[in-house]
């Protein structure tokens, strides 16, 4: 059974820093992975997808990358605004469209 | 584009009622999900529906839940008998399938938040 793991559950930065989160999986055999991002209150908002052939994709300020053989991949998000504050979350699918969510990163940024 | 739309936002009923939550993917998906959020477990897929037919409902908590997808332009997630445990948001999302293609970018509706008193 898919296992995807957020590291860390929260984040505090000042203004201005680049940061980056993380996602773990337990099972490599994964036809994609993708990144959204969630609103107090509201509905998920799909940031980047990063298909199983891939090792990265951009969007703006954030780059996410994917290692399938060490089952990780990273968000950064460079130059971070006030703006940036949300959970994110990762999520896998590992087959019939079916998506594992982590658990989330809160990601507050501080002006 | 509208976007996936859900009804109502809010629910607020008493155990032992039923609940039925709406949703209108995106014109033109033919992939439909409906999934669960809640503080302790995160989010879970419940069902989805290709081409209007279920195609996994193994996170279907239990009978008291069911999904229907009379036409490709209408979802209903249902509880009967609902229970306080059920409170949680319950999201919709759609996408489109292609046919020898992997994974197909899913688009979530804004939520519709079940309280059970």
């Known amino acids: 059974k898919q296992e995807v793991t957020q590291i860390p559950a929260a984040l505090s930065v000042p203004e201005g820093e680049n940061l980056v989160l993380n996602c773990s999986f337990t099972?490599?055999?994964?036809?994609?992975l993708q990144w959204f991002r969630q609103d107090p209150g509201k509905g998920l908002t799909s940031l980047l997808l990063?298909?199983?052939?891939?090792r990265e994709q951009t969007s703006g300020r954030l780059n996410a990358s994917l290692d399938k053989s060490s089952g990780r991949s990273t968000l950064y998000i460079a130059a971070s605004q006030p703006g940036d504050s949300a959970t994110y979350l990762c999520?896998?699918?590992?087959?019939?469209?079916?998506?594992?969510f982590g658990q989330g990163t809160r990601l507050t940024i501080n002006p | 584009d509208a976007g996936v739309i859900q009804s109502p936002r809010h629910e607020v009923t008493e155990m032992g009622q039923e609940v039925t939550l709406r949703c209108k993917p995106i014109?033109?998906?033919?992939?439909l999900f409906w999934y669960r959020q809640t503080m302790m477990r995160g989010l879970e897929l419940l069902i989805y529906?290709?081409?209007?037919?279920?195609?996994?409902d193994s996170g279907m908590p239990e009978d008291r839940f069911s999904a229907k997808m009379p036409n490709a332009s209408f979802s209903t997630l249902k509880i009967q008998p609902s229970e306080p445990r059920d409170s949680a948001v319950y999201f919709c999302?759609?996408?489109?399938?292609?046919?020898?293609?992997?994974?197909?970018?899913?688009?979530f509706g804004p939520g519709t938040r079940l309280t059970v008193t």
């Open positions: 999302a759609s996408s489109l399938a292609l046919v020898g293609q992997g994974h197909y970018e899913q688009y």
């Open positions: 999520a896998i699918v590992g087959g019939a469209q079916k998506l594992v």
């Open positions: 990063i298909q199983s052939s891939q």
């Open positions: 014109s033109g998906h033919n992939s």
């Open positions: 529906f290709n081409n209007n037919v279920p195609i996994d």
């Open positions: 099972d490599s055999a994964i036809y994609n």
